[in-house]
C-alpha cells in the first residue's frame, strides 16, 4: 500500500508493508532505482491494517529540457557570465542526481548467523536483524535536506540497538501467587525449585508457608518433598487426586502462601492420569501456575512440552540449570512463542541460593555476546 504526498521539491510516498525490505522492493520497483528512502518506522496504529511498517520515500521530480538560448554574438560578456551559470546549474543538477543514482537500500548488520549459533532460530533471526537494521537506518535519518549516505554504524550502535530489540521481544514477571503451582517434564527441577520458592518468597517475607505434593503416583514421589518440609519447620501434607488436594487448599490458613508440586507428567501420563489435574489447575483461577522447563533443552523439545501443558494454563516460565546451558536461544524464543512472561531463573542445587527474579538483562547478555562479528554493517 502507498500514501502519496508533495513536499515542495521532493516527492514523497510512504509505504506500508510486513518488512521494512518489502516496502523497499516496493518502492523502489515503482519509483525507480533513484529513490531516496527517507524515514523508516513501524506503522501508526491507524494505517497497521496497511502493513506493519512504514517507510517514506522520496524522489526528485524529472528535469525538464529547457528551452534553446537564442544564438548570441561570441564575445559578448553578458553571454559569458550566462555560460557560467548555467554551468554551475548543470553542476548542481549532475551532483543531486549522483547523489540519488549512488543511494542504495539500507543494509543489514551481520547478525542472523551469530543468533542462530545463539540457539535462535533462523526465522526469528531474520526478523530481529531486520528490525534492528530498521533502527539502524532510523538513527542514520535525519533530515532529508541533508545530504543522502549510506549509513555508517558503529559497534556500540549495532550492539545498542540488537540489545533494545532482544529485550523488548519478551516479558518478565518475577513473583508467585498465594496459592502458586509447578508444572513440567520430568527432570525439570520443580521439587527442588519448589524448596527455593518456600524458601526466598515465602519465608523470607515472614509468611507460613504450606507445601503439598501431588506426585504420589510415583515410588517415593513425595518423599523428597516431605523431607524438605521437616528441615523447613512447615507443613506438608500429600494428597492423590483433585479431591483431595481443594481440600489441602481450602484448609490452610488464610495468611499462608500454598505451594503444589506435580508429578514430571510424560506425554503418556498426562493422557492416562494426569489430564484431571491439569484440567483442575486449568480452572482454578486463584492458583497461580508457573511451567518449569530446562535451559539446556532445545527449542523443538521446549515447544512440545510447553503445547503438552498448555491445559494446565501456566502463566508464568520458570527456568531451571541455566548453569549447564551453552546458550538461551531456545529459551527466548519459546517465551516469544507462547507469549509467556518468565518468573524466576535457577542455576544450581543450592537451597535457596541457586535461585534468582527472572530478569530481561540476563538473558539480553547472553545473547547480545554471540554478536561480535556482527559489528561491520554489509551492503
Given at each position: 500500500?502507498?500514501?502519496?504526498?508533495?513536499?515542495?521539491?521532493?516527492q514523497?510516498?510512504?509505504?506500508?508493508?510486513?518488512?521494512?525490505?518489502d516496502?523497499?522492493?516496493?518502492?523502489r520497483?515503482?519509483?525507480?532505482?533513484?529513490?531516496?528512502?527517507?524515514n523508516?518506522?513501524?506503522?501508526?496504529?491507524?494505517?497497521?491494517?496497511?502493513?506493519?511498517?512504514?517507510?517514506?520515500?522520496?524522489?526528485?521530480?524529472?528535469?525538464?529540457?529547457?528551452?534553446?538560448?537564442p544564438?548570441?554574438p561570441?564575445?559578448?560578456?553578458?553571454?559569458?557570465?550566462?555560460?557560467?551559470?548555467?554551468?554551475?546549474?548543470?553542476?548542481?543538477?549532475?551532483?543531486?542526481?549522483?547523489?540519488?543514482?549512488?543511494?542504495?537500500?539500507?543494509?543489514?548488520?551481520?547478525?542472523?548467523?551469530?543468533?542462530?549459533r545463539?540457539?535462535?532460530?533462523?526465522?526469528?533471526?531474520?526478523?530481529?536483524?531486520?528490525?534492528v537494521?530498521f533502527?539502524?537506518?532510523?538513527?542514520?535519518?535525519?533530515?532529508?535536506?541533508?545530504?543522502?549516505?549510506?549509513?555508517?554504524?558503529?559497534?556500540?550502535?549495532?550492539?545498542?540497538?540488537?540489545?533494545?530489540?532482544?529485550?523488548?521481544r519478551?516479558?518478565?514477571?518475577?513473583g508467585i501467587?498465594?496459592?502458586?503451582?509447578?508444572?513440567?517434564?520430568?527432570?525439570s527441577?520443580?521439587?527442588?525449585?519448589?524448596?527455593?520458592?518456600?524458601?526466598?518468597?515465602?519465608?523470607?517475607?515472614?509468611?507460613?508457608?504450606?507445601?503439598?505434593?501431588a506426585?504420589?503416583?510415583?515410588?517415593?514421589?513425595?518423599?523428597?518433598?516431605?523431607t524438605?518440609?521437616?528441615?523447613?519447620?512447615?507443613?506438608?501434607?500429600?494428597?492423590?487426586?483433585?479431591?483431595?488436594?481443594?481440600?489441602?487448599?481450602?484448609?490452610?490458613?488464610?495468611?499462608?502462601?500454598?505451594?503444589?508440586?506435580?508429578?514430571g507428567m510424560?506425554?503418556?501420563?498426562?493422557?492416562?492420569?494426569?489430564m484431571?489435574?491439569?484440567?483442575?489447575?486449568?480452572?482454578?483461577?486463584?492458583?497461580?501456575?508457573?511451567?518449569?522447563?530446562?535451559?539446556?533443552?532445545?527449542?523443538?523439545?521446549?515447544?512440545?512440552?510447553?503445547?503438552r501443558?498448555?491445559?494446565?494454563?501456566?502463566?508464568?516460565?520458570?527456568v531451571?540449570r541455566?548453569?549447564?546451558?551453552?546458550?538461551?536461544?531456545?529459551?527466548?524464543?519459546?517465551?516469544?512463542?507462547?507469549?509467556?512472561?518468565?518468573?524466576?531463573?535457577?542455576?544450581?542445587q543450592?537451597?535457596?541460593?541457586?535461585?534468582?527474579?527472572?530478569s530481561?538483562?540476563?538473558?539480553?547478555?547472553?545473547?547480545?555476546?554471540?554478536?561480535?562479528?556482527?559489528?561491520?554493517?554489509?551492503a
Amino acid at each position: 500500500m502507498s500514501a502519496p504526498q508533495e513536499n515542495q521539491q521532493l516527492q514523497i510516498k510512504s509505504y506500508f508493508a510486513g518488512s521494512v525490505q518489502d516496502a523497499i522492493e516496493f518502492a523502489r520497483s515503482e519509483m525507480g532505482a533513484d529513490a531516496l528512502l527517507l524515514n523508516s518506522r513501524p506503522a501508526p496504529p491507524e494505517a497497521r491494517y496497511l502493513g506493519k511498517y512504514e517507510v517514506v520515500f522520496g524522489r526528485y521530480p524529472e528535469r525538464q529540457i529547457a528551452p534553446a538560448l537564442p544564438v548570441m554574438p561570441q564575445g559578448s560578456s553578458d553571454v559569458d557570465d550566462l555560460r557560467h551559470r548555467m554551468d554551475d546549474i548543470l553542476n548542481l543538477l549532475t551532483r543531486t542526481s549522483n547523489s540519488a543514482d549512488g543511494f542504495r537500500s539500507p543494509r543489514h548488520p551481520n547478525l542472523v548467523e551469530p543468533l542462530t549459533r545463539a540457539g535462535i532460530e533462523a526465522a526469528l533471526a531474520a526478523e530481529i536483524e531486520d528490525a534492528v537494521a530498521f533502527r539502524l537506518n532510523q538513527r542514520s535519518v535525519t533530515s532529508i535536506s541533508r545530504p543522502r549516505r549510506m549509513p555508517e554504524w558503529n559497534p556500540e550502535m549495532v550492539l545498542d540497538e540488537a540489545s533494545d530489540e532482544i529485550s523488548g521481544r519478551f516479558e518478565v514477571s518475577p513473583g508467585i501467587g498465594r496459592i502458586t503451582a509447578l508444572v513440567g517434564p520430568p527432570g525439570s527441577g520443580k521439587t527442588t525449585t519448589i524448596v527455593k520458592l518456600a524458601v526466598s518468597q515465602a519465608i523470607a517475607g515472614g509468611h507460613p508457608v504450606r507445601l503439598i505434593s501431588a506426585d504420589t503416583h510415583r515410588i517415593g514421589g513425595a518423599e523428597q518433598l516431605r523431607t524438605y518440609a521437616a528441615i523447613l519447620g512447615v507443613n506438608f501434607q500429600a494428597v492423590e487426586n483433585t479431591a483431595a488436594l481443594t481440600h489441602a487448599i481450602d484448609s490452610a490458613p488464610a495468611n499462608a502462601n500454598i505451594l503444589i508440586d506435580t508429578p514430571g507428567m510424560s506425554p503418556t501420563m498426562l493422557n492416562e492420569v494426569g489430564m484431571e489435574l491439569a484440567t483442575f489447575l486449568g480452572r482454578r483461577q486463584d492458583i497461580d501456575t508457573h511451567l518449569v522447563l530446562t535451559a539446556t533443552t532445545n527449542q523443538l523439545v521446549l515447544e512440545k512440552a510447553a503445547s503438552r501443558f498448555a491445559a494446565c494454563s501456566p502463566s508464568r516460565l520458570i527456568v531451571t540449570r541455566l548453569d549447564e546451558a551453552e546458550t538461551l536461544g531456545a529459551i527466548f524464543g519459546l517465551a516469544i512463542r507462547i507469549e509467556k512472561p518468565l518468573s524466576f531463573f535457577c542455576h544450581g542445587q543450592i537451597i535457596p541460593e541457586d535461585i534468582e527474579p527472572a530478569s530481561k538483562r540476563r538473558i539480553t547478555e547472553a545473547l547480545v555476546r554471540h554478536l561480535p562479528r556482527a559489528m561491520k554493517p554489509a551492503a
